[in-house]
T-cell receptor, first 111, second 114 residues
């Protein structure tokens, strides 16, 4: 079983839709949860960072962590064509432990 | 603003060649990482370094080596390139935050081995 599972998609939505992207994980030691966005032919860029459980909001983006279910989500409100990218979740147990990445979900927002 | 640069965006090499991929960061980060990214497999850690002249194996180090002679520079070396090393190679760096290391990525090098 992989440490982090992420549906690869592709996910295609109309402009303005609410998008939900998810990852599940198996290691209860993970405490730090990140979402990266990767445009085609570019490196990943950090989008959201959350520590432990709860929600974090940044503009149209909301990151949610449910440690009891080992489930993390990224919500995008009022999605735009410029949000079309691959979204990767990344988890860490902290300290010198490395980041574990999901395989990424490809999102396409069409006008 | 953090900047991580990689020496080439696209590289084509022949089987058996020695390949050098260079990565430079300008934020005085202690930590540097090399990943490869393949469709359906996500990012896989090849090697990482927490300090100058220090290196640690990641999940898939076979066929690769690294060098960190200066804090800002981390090189990935393919001693004898093979076709299964055709991939996107991503370098990342991070500072040692109080709680975790948030990694910042370069633009990637797409390597094709013929």
């Amino acid at each position: 079983q992989k440490e982090v599972e992420q549906d690869p998609g592709p996910l295609s939505v109309p402009e303005g839709a609410i998008v939900s992207l998810n990852c599940t994980y198996s290691n209860s030691a993970f405490q730090y949860f990140m979402w990266y966005r990767q445009y085609s032919r570019k490196g990943p860029e950090l989008l959201m960072y959350t520590y432990s459980s709860g929600n974090k909001e940044d503009g149209r983006f909301t990151a949610q962590v449910d440690k009891s279910s080992k489930y993390i989500s990224l919500f995008i409100r009022d999605s735009q064509p410029s949000d079309s990218a691959t979204y990767l979740c990344a988890l860490s147990s902290g300290g010198y432990n490395k980041l574990i990445f999901g395989a990424g979900t490809r999102l396409a927002v069409h006008p | 603003d953090v900047k991580v640069t990689q020496s080439s965006r696209y590289l084509v090499k022949r089987t058996g060649e020695k390949v050098f991929l260079e990565c430079v960061q300008d934020m005085d980060h202690e930590n540097m990482f090399w990943y490869r990214q393949d469709p359906g497999l996500g990012l896989r850690l090849i090697y990482f370094s927490y300090d100058v002249k220090m290196k640690e194996k990641g999940d898939i180090p076979e066929g690769y080596s690294v060098s960190r002679e200066k804090k800002e520079r981390f090189s990935l070396i393919l001693e004898s390139a093979s076709t299964n090393q055709t991939s996107m190679y991503l370098c990342a760096s991070s500072f040692r935050d109080r709680d975790t290391d948030t990694q910042y990525f370069g633009p990637g090098t797409r390597l094709t081995v013929l």
